[in-house]
């Protein structure tokens, strides 16, 4: 057993969870991981929770599921399915997710199943989503190697040797080292993240101007009253935690009709496992009006992401991430967001986070009136590059270098 599965388990419980004496855990994890869930679940009984819950998932059986089931089931769904989640989330239970999945496990399967399946499911956990969005209730995602996704890493090394190289990367970005206390080290990395989210709120820019020499330009408007977030959370009780581990990212919402341009993505984008090595996205007035992509199909792709409802062809996020940090100084292509996000400047379209002053308390209609975003889906695209560069242009018309070659300017 490697001995940093014992750190990691307890940074997640402490530190990324940080469950409550006496709250109810929900756990994600593939069957694979059993280990580590019992792990999980012995440390999160330490910190005091009140009862785990756990939801196994296997990758194999979802991908039969899309390839042998009844069609008529991916447009149905059976009701205690969503009362589980939102009445957990109701609760108030912290949710638990471990990502250690195959990138192409998924190859070949029909994606317009998936499709109608979030159309199906999505509005029906709404509760649930909406309270995890707005960080109502502590949620944390976190990855452990998976052999195929470590294989597709590192090509060409043995198996064995891959999965190592791939939990030394994980460890890398989660700050564990074998005589440091990590918990430590992710309390000072969100000391950082605070200081320069604090610092871009108060320049309260009305746009941002992006460029480089890809071919994007593009001007992102930000909502009145908006402000940065990133690094830890605070819960609706209180409670800090960090919903996506690792992070880098200082991020807040753009205002949905104010996104006017073309961007070119720098980084693969992941459909259902189809790998989409490059794509650009022309707005105008906040929606996405053309999609280039080499590949018709990958076009098509990502044409039918963009249709899901009718939030889902404008912006949701727009993330700030130095080309120069930890992540993206590895140079190593993860294929998985929950890293590569961390290696590059990103936008997301879809569902917007309620980054703007009173957001978390606001309906639908208020948020979509504050500029806000709605939909089912949120998927990330990398848009950063080592040429980068980020203006900001303040309400009264000052101009502000914001990223100079790909990092922050200040
Ligand atoms: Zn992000
Ligand atoms: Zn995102």
Redesign the pocket.
Known sequence: MDPRLDKYAKLLIDVGIHVQPGQTLVINCPVEKAEFARMLVREAYRAGAREVVMRWNDQAISRETYLHAADEIFDTFRPWQADQLNILAREGAAFLSIDSSDPDGMNGIDHARQVRQSRAFGPAVREYREMQMSDKVQWCIAALPEKNWAKKMFPGVPEDEAVEKLMDAICATMRITPDNDPAEAWRQHNAELNARKRKLTEFNFKSLHYVNSLGTDLTIELPENHYWDGGNSVSAKGVSFNANMPTEEI?TAPKRDGVNGRVVSTKPFDVGGEIIDRFAFTFRDGKIVGVEADDPHHRELLEAEIALDEGAAYL??V?LVPYDSPISRMDALFYD?LFD?NASC?L?FGAS?PTVRGGADMTEEERLAAGLNQSIT???FMVGSADLSITGVTHDGREVPVFVDGNFAF
Do not use: I, L, S, V
């Open positions: 991020f949701g996020e993330a967001t996000e990103h997301a986070y949120h998927e990330d």
